[in-house]
Each structure stands twice: as structure tokens, then as C-alpha cells.
């Protein structure tokens, strides 16, 4: 284990005798000194995240990463909606401007973003190569050896390039059991020597897909909307690209946390990438649903500010997540 965390600081709860008014003996639980701010530190100080404690061995998680039962509670997908429903796939052969295809698309398009937020796309232009390799860098990035790691890992949100686990580390409620790189490769072009040699070339080349493909979106969210195809992108609403790359070890109490807890995603719309391992649910009429990986799929996820205004565009920086479930 790396140095400067101690998994002992972690007991499950313990008892004390008492003695009651009556002298009687009686037993009753209490929970241990619990700092979870000086825990958090110690962990965030290895600079090693999640793999770290899996490198060295752990046989149970530390406390900070275990979650209210009450959430973990609420994973069902045993009803008859979760049992039937499933994330619609839109097929993008053809999608070009004048094709007779587009309006197809793009009424399928609109359907999914009002009645789901989210949608599989294939044939969107992205060979499965390069979304194989990419999935491979994340994966090299976060095996590689930990003191090299370490010179990437940081909370300072002004860096183009970051290694860190937990962007919400010291805010939220429980942490999940992962490490994740995050990359702002748009708006302004990227040094290449900024981004882990590991990693560099695939990312570069991703990125530039994936731009590609956003642009694609964006146009059909625009017609969607009844609006002009360049609408969106004459706001400088497609201007930017967050890349963000999830690397969840396997956790020897997965009944007790989460790898990604319950969210809404930031920006206009995520585009992610899953390994074949799964894992990824939504919520769908009160219920999680489970959405398998499908061979050379993205899915699309319409995020909070496209839903809350998409006529307000202007300065605001548009993220695109691509998210890699690595077990």
C-alpha cells in the first residue's frame, strides 16, 4: 500500500459496556471516530487513486468509499419497464446534408432527445480501431507505474491534462471507486507534450473524430429544433471538447460503492465510449435501465444546458465526454 494511508483507520462499528441506574450490564453500539476530511487527505496525498489500493492488496474498501444503503438500494432493474426498455439506436448511414436519409435521422433524433436524452449511434464515421485503441490508451495511462502517474496528478482545474480520482473528491456525500484523466483538447490546440506519451497519439487523433462527429449532432439538434443546420454552431455552441477517460479497478466489495454514483451531466451532450465490459444504467420512468455495449456504438446523452436552454450559447464551454468503463 502506498505510503500514508493506513486502511486500519477503517472498522466496521464497535461496541462498549455501559452500566445502567440499575447496575445492569448492557451493550451499545456506537461508531468510531470517524475524520473522514484527514482520511480523504491521506488517501488524495498517495497520488495513487483507486489502483493504488487495489496494487496493494486491499481486501476491504476504505470507509470513505462506502455508500448509504439507501442508494445503493435503488439499482433495481428487475420491474417489467427496466426488463423491456431499451436506449433506441440510430443508424447514421447517410446522414450527410441533402441525403435522403437525413430527415429520417433526424426525426429519430428528435424523438430520443424528448422522450429519453439519450440515444446509441452507429456507422457515425469513427472506425472501430480508433475507438478500440482509445479505450487501450486510457487503459496504458492508468497501468502504467505509479510514480510516473504521478506527475500528471493534480486538482487544479486550470490544467489542460489531469490524473486524479474523484473530481468531487472533498464534496461529496461518498466517493466512487475510480480514477479518472481529464483533457481539455478544444477550444485551443493541445502542446502534444503536455498529454502522457502513453496516451498522446490516440487521444490527438480521437479528439479530432470526435469533433467531427459533434459538429454532425449539433446540426441535427439544430433541425430538430426547426432551426437552421448551422444554428447551434453559428453560436459557437460547438466549440469545445472535454475529454474524460474512467478507469475502474475491481473492487473486492462491490455490494458497498458505486463506480459512478447517480448524476446529470454538464455541457450540451456527452458523447461516450464503453469497453464490453457494461455496467452503464439510466433512469428511465423511476427505474434503472441497463444499457449494453454495442460493438462500434457511441452513446449520446442530451446534458443539462442543451435541456435547459439552447438558444443560449454564447461563452459558455461545451463539453464532450468520452467515458471508458475499464474494469
Not at 498517495?46 to 445503493?72: C, E, M, N, Q
Request: proline letters at 5%.
Amino acid at each position: 500500500m502506498s505510503k500514508g494511508y493506513q486502511t486500519n483507520h477503517f472498522h466496521p462499528v464497535d461496541k462498549k459496556m455501559v452500566v445502567t441506574s440499575n447496575g445492569e450490564e448492557d451493550q451499545e453500539q456506537i461508531k468510531p471516530e470517524y475524520d473522514r476530511k484527514s482520511e480523504l487527505k491521506a488517501f488524495d496525498d498517495t497520488k495513487a487513486g483507486v489502483k493504488g489500493l487495489v496494487d496493494a492488496g486491499v481486501t476491504k474498501i476504505p470507509r470513505i468509499f462506502i455508500h448509504d444503503k439507501s442508494k445503493l438500494n435503488d439499482i433495481s432493474t428487475t420491474s417489467s419497464v427496466a426488463s423491456l426498455f431499451s436506449v433506441p439506436i440510430i443508424d447514421f448511414e447517410g446522414v450527410d446534408q441533402g441525403s435522403a436519409q437525413r430527415a429520417g435521422i433526424i426525426k429519430k433524433v428528435r424523438d430520443a432527445c424528448e422522450k429519453l436524452g439519450f440515444f446509441q449511434v452507429v456507422n457515425h464515421g469513427i472506425a472501430k480501431y480508433v475507438m478500440d485503441d482509445m479505450i487501450d490508451g486510457v487503459r496504458r495511462f492508468h497501468e502504467q507505474d505509479t510514480e510516473v502517474k504521478k506527475g500528471f496528478y493534480s486538482r487544479d482545474v486550470t490544467r489542460k491534462f489531469i490524473y486524479n480520482s474523484n473530481f468531487d473528491l472533498y464534496t461529496g456525500p461518498a466517493t466512487n471507486w475510480r480514477d479518472t484523466i481529464t483533457c481539455i483538447m478544444a477550444p485551443q490546440p493541445h502542446d502534444p507534450q503536455e498529454l502522457p506519451a502513453v496516451c498522446r497519439d490516440i487521444m490527438i487523433e480521437y479528439s479530432k473524430h470526435v469533433m467531427r462527429l459533434g459538429l454532425v449532432l449539433f446540426e441535427l439538434l439544430s433541425e430538430a429544433l426547426g432551426l437552421n443546420p448551422n444554428h447551434l454552431k453559428d453560436m459557437d455552441c460547438a466549440e469545445g471538447l472535454f475529454v474524460l477517460g474512467h478507469y475502474y479497478p475491481a473492487c473486492p466489495e462491490p455490494d458497498l460503492t458505486f463506480g459512478s454514483s447517480k448524476h446529470a451531466d454538464n455541457g450540451f451532450f456527452t458523447i461516450l465510449l464503453q469497453d464490453q465490459m457494461g455496467g452503464l444504467q439510466i433512469l428511465h420512468e423511476n427505474q434503472w435501465v441497463d444499457v449494453p455495449p454495442l460493438p462500434g456504438a457511441l452513446v449520446v446523452n442530451v446534458a443539462d444546458l442543451l435541456q435547459a436552454s439552447p438558444y443560449n450559447c454564447d461563452d459558455l464551454f461545451v463539453f464532450y465526454l468520452g467515458i471508458f468503463s475499464l474494469l
